[in-house]
């Protein structure tokens, strides 16, 4: 039998609907959300990204300004403008696309955001919070599959989730959702052994390793749930995910695509945590 494939645009598109709603409420209101997104560098990838965050704004209604930044460019300079940022009442959400020039460092640019315009949830503050299960910005991706999750009607309490990867941005906040969610929680990554024996134990599977179609048949049980987090560039030009999508396929009862699902909704999330953002600005 083979997966369903989940459709991604047309849980996005929903979700943007009613994210462009609340805008427009809340701009009737005198609060237009406005986000601003710093690239620092010429890295192909991140001007694809920071291009289709900026365009997923207007679509929305949010105000959105890109700042880009020469590769050579000063760290005290991108602190500077950060702290512009900061201080600009016109700007709710603040997102430094990464990775950064490697003079620069991601961890001090990090701090720079003021807590509450952490559009990513990377401030070291807001993950604090989010282990706590404290209110906050919602990490984009993690929350993203999360999302993803429940509109295919995935009960995830009691499930065996796990996550391939162990990065800040998806792998660690990725298993803190799923706890809070009520998963039972593993996560491997490049060092964990028999990998494929854990992988196959898994009712939901999401692979966040940054690796074209690592995860094989056999790292699925029959039936699981797999979500691929990945986007690799392959030789071809092409896109691909850490899921061999073709050779999967008629092992998952669900699968997320590559292109277009659990990337369109991590820009989703950062619509959602600039528009909450600015509506706490508002009250
Ligand atoms: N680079 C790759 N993914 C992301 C992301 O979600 N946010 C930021 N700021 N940079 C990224």
Do not use: W
């Not at 920071?50 to 050579?72: F, P």
């Not at 993950?127 to 993803?148: H, S």
């Not at 009691?158 to 906040?173: E, L, M, Q």
């Amino acid at each position: 039998m083979s997966a369903q494939v989940i459709n991604g645009k047309e849980i996005v598109s929903a979700y943007r609907t009613q994210i462009k709603e609340e805008v427009a409420i809340l701009t009737q209101q005198g609060v237009q959300p406005g986000l601003a997104v710093v690239l620092v560098g010429e890295d192909p990838a991140s001007q694809v990204y920071v291009r289709n965050k900026a365009k997923a704004c207007e679509e929305a209604g949010i105000y959105s300004e890109v700042h880009t930044l020469e590769a050579a460019t000063e760290e005290s300079d991108v602190l500077q403008l950060i702290e512009q940022l900061n201080q600009n009442p016109k700007i709710h959400g603040i997102l430094v696309q990464s990775p950064l020039p490697k003079h620069i460092s991601e961890e001090k640019i990090v701090e720079a955001i003021a807590v509450h315009k952490d559009a990513d949830c990377f401030h070291p503050v807001n993950v604090g919070n989010l282990m706590i299960g404290k209110e906050g910005p919602a990490p984009c991706t993690p929350a993203g599959v999360i999302d993803i999750l429940k509109k295919i009607g995935v009960e995830i309490a009691g499930k065996h989730a796990v996550v391939i990867g162990r990065s800040n941005i998806v792998g660690k906040p990725m298993a803190i959702l799923l706890l809070r969610e009520n998963a039972t929680v593993t996560v491997c990554h490049s060092r964990t052994a028999n990998m494929a024996d854990i992988t196959r134990q898994a009712d939901i599977l999401i692979a966040a390793v940054g690796k074209p179609k690592m995860v094989k048949r056999e790292h699925v049980k029959p039936g699981a749930i797999v979500v691929d987090v990945g986007i690799n560039r392959l030789d071809t030009g092409k896109l691909a995910g850490d899921v061999d999508f073709d050779d999967v396929l008629d092992v998952a009862s669900y699968i997320t695509p590559v292109p277009g699902c659990v990337g369109p909704m991590t820009i989703t999330v950062l619509l959602r945590n600039t528009l909450e953002a600015a509506k706490r600005a508002a009250a």
